[in-house]
């Protein structure tokens, strides 16, 4: 028999993200709460810009994400030539993986930390490292206790997808100060924009102060640009200076680029979004919460919900009940949490129609 092309042996041990599904068979109306997409779509200003560019597309994009980088750089108050643009922020996480880790490295993440740190992690070779939670809440003493000579990266979302949790800048500032210095800490602050905690950090101070710690943002969720594709970090000039070589120049597209300086500026869309979440967020809670489930505080624009199991009242039961009425949710047995569904905060007539249907399967009406 002829020998076929061999992959990389890990790679057959990692398992594909498995995105939210965007369609019910036989449903036409669909309630899409899966993937934490902004409740009002696109940015009024970024959908503007878009339109007026589209004569430019032929030319290929800035690799340099030069004006982008200078904007947020403006906004954020942050050294330009230490930020790095990427398609998503899942692409930075990449790059940061293959730069900084390969096979014989360990890689640390949370129990129910997010998807991609584990199969970027694995993708390199590296063996990744998984600690415990405490109250599905990142357990900075269960990551140092896991550290090794080995370790190389040590991740963690803050708040955290999917469990909505944070940690505040006490135990982010204790988990910098016991790593090693030749650890690199990546925080990923994907829903800082919803986050309005006096107690949080984004990180952007421990990041200019040491050597081993990375910032990771993201255009997919407040600024409503999931489709277009782009993130960005800041991190110290070394690390900066590595990525910029391994770096594709054109992930960034020149349409993600135009619609995100754009989105910048649309301070009336992130502010509407930012109320709109928190009201909402609220009273998907607490209602939920009336009907027997258990809703853990998020800081971020979805809850996850987290279902007794008896009588029924699984979460599997639960997501198909709510696919009978066009709504599509979040499972979470991938990420280890087979009792939940992760709900996007939406508008608020689907807010009102999810919750309602919950307290129907809930018999709570
Ligand atoms: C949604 C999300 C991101 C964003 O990923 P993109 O690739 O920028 O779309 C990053 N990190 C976390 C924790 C997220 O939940």
Known sequence: ?????????????????????????????IIKLASNESAFGISPKAREALAAMADDFFRYPDGGCTELRARL??????????????????????????CYAG????????????AMFPIYGKGVGATVVT?????????????????????????????????????????????HAAL?????????????????????????ELVAKYDNVIMLRTFSKIYGLGGMRVGWLYGPDHVVDVINRLKSPFTVSTAAQVAAVAALDDD????????????WRRWTSETLRQFGLTVPESACNFVLVRFPGTNGHDANAADAFLKTRGIIVRKMAGYGLPDALRITIGTEEE???????????MGAH
Request: glycine share 6%; net charge negative.
């Open 268 to 279: 009336a869309f992130v502010t509407m979004s930012q109320d709109h979440n928190k009201r």
């Open 131 to 175: 600690a415990p939670e405490n109250d599905i809440t990142v357990d900075v003493d269960a990551l140092l206790a896991r550290v090794t000579h080995r370790t190389r990266i040590v991740c963690v979302a803050n708040p955290n997808n999917p469990t909505g949790t944070y940690i505040p800048v006490s135990e982010v500032t204790r988990l």
């Open 73 to 98: 750089a403006a906004k954020h108050n942050l050294p330009a030539e230490n930020l790095v643009c990427g398609g998503g922020s899942d692409d930075l996480i990449s790059l940061l993986m293959r």
């Open 1 to 29: 028999m002829e020998a076929k092309p061999k992959p990389l042996t890990w790679l057959l041990e990692l398992d594909p993200y498995v995105g939210g599904e965007s369609t019910i068979e036989g449903v036409s109306r």
């Open 351 to 361: 807010m009102r129609l999810v919750v309602d249907t919950l307290g129907t399967f």
């Open 103 to 114: 096979p014989g490295d360990e890689v640390l993440v949370s129990a129910h930390g997010f």
């Open 180 to 204: 090693p210095s030749n650890v690199l800490l990546l925080l990923d602050s994907a829903y800082a924009e919803y986050i309005d905690a006096a107690n949080w950090t984004d990180g952007a």
